[in-house]
């Protein structure tokens, strides 16, 4: 049975949770965590991923079972290693698998993959999708049947050294007292395939409507973003890195600007920190990873979940696990 705030999954290490519902069953996509020898820095070379694998659930209190290897690395032709982060959509009879991958030149691009069952296999597309840099992509697919790609995350994610449009390998982040960056995001066209148009920086602001800072740690955009709506509103949600938080901000468009709300999780074990929010039978669900199962091993996380709340204001309850 699952267990809330358990590992849901023991026999692989997995991380970065992407959860959605599709055809009555709890779907989640997340990265697979591998054993090696290779070194760990800011860069991430610890998070050395190779492959997908798919996880349902019938419900929540149901088992978790593996549906197996979803796509791997060998298939798909542009990239060169570290599959990291992805999430799924459905449109039109098809799902649609997004993930980050470091091309030939080790930049990191976004491709796609499609298949028929929520649970794949997946084909990859032959080219990763254009002008798509950086990581962790995000899809969300509004009531009107518009999608959007949110993506970004600095340091080994390598978001601010496209600061002016191109790739810079030596750019740094910003100095604390400029406006931070904020996630990209980007229109996807009809199949899904492509970008409408370029992508977008978002803008996150204090509830003055000043931008929040570089050296604003605590709530900061650092990775990891997510979508979901709640009474109307779009609930823009993402990890602070350094300092190891889930928080979120809210708006009245998908694009932003969205106005810092507060922290959902306080930091976990392990250094990252990964969710997504899913809402299934009329409770709201956070997924998440930890390090517990390995006993702190960086890189070799578990993907855990919990029931979380909103007050009566659409406030998302901070958690106490």
């Given amino acids: 049975m699952a267990e809330q705030n358990k590992p849901l999954v023991t026999h692989l290490y ?10 009555g069953k709890l779907y989640i996509y997340p990265s697979h965590d591998i054993d090696h020898d290779g070194p760990t820095n800011d860069n991430g070379d610890q998070y050395a991923m190779e492959d997908y694998h798919v996880f349902s659930l ?10 197996g290897e979803a796509l791997h690395l060998r298939d ?3 990239a060169s290693k570290q599959m990291w982060a992805p999430d799924a959509a459905y449109r039109q009879g098809t799902y649609y698998l997004f993930f980050p991958a470091r091309d030939k030149e080790g930049i990191f691009r976004i491709g796609v993959a499609t298949g028929t069952s929520p649970a794949g296999p997946f084909q990859a ?5 254009e002008g798509s840099f950086s990581i962790d992509p995000a899809v969300f697919v509004d009531e009107d049947e518009r999608a959007y ?16 449009g191109l790739f810079q390998p030596d750019a740094v982040e910003k100095n604390p007292g400029e ?6 995001v980007a229109e996807l066209s009809e199949d899904m395939l492509s970008f409408k148009s370029a992508p977008q920086e978002i803008s996150i602001v204090d509830e003055e409507g000043n931008p929040l800072l570089a050296g604003d740690e605590d709530r900061r955009y650092f990775e ?3 979508m979901h709506k709640y009474m109307g509103k779009y609930y823009l949600s993402y990890s602070t890195g350094t300092t190891h938080k889930i928080v979120y901000a809210v708006s009245d468009k998908p694009c932003g600007p969205f106005v810092f709300q507060g922290t959902i999780l306080n930091p976990v074990i392990g250094w990252t920190t990964h969710h997504s929010i899913v809402e299934f039978d009329g ?10 199962l390995s006993g702190g091993v960086d890189h070799k996380r578990s993907i855990k979940f919990t029931e979380i709340q909103y007050d009566e204001e659409g406030r998302i309850q901070p958690l106490q696990l």
Avoid at 179 to 184: I, K
Wanted: charged content about 15%.
């Fill in 14 to 23: 997995t991380a970065d949770p992407s959860a959605h519902v599709f055809e």
């Fill in 58 to 67: 019938e419900n929540p209190s149901s088992p978790c079972v593996d549906n």
């Fill in 76 to 78: 798909v032709p542009w």
């Fill in 125 to 129: 597309q032959e080219s990763y999708i």
């Fill in 149 to 164: 790609m949110y993506f970004g995350g600095l340091w080994g994610g390598q978001l601010e050294k496209w600061h002016t």
């Fill in 179 to 184: 406006p931070a960056y904020g996630p990209r």
């Fill in 224 to 226: 990891g973003p997510w």
């Fill in 283 to 292: 409770k709201w669900y956070l997924f998440y990873h930890d390090a517990s």
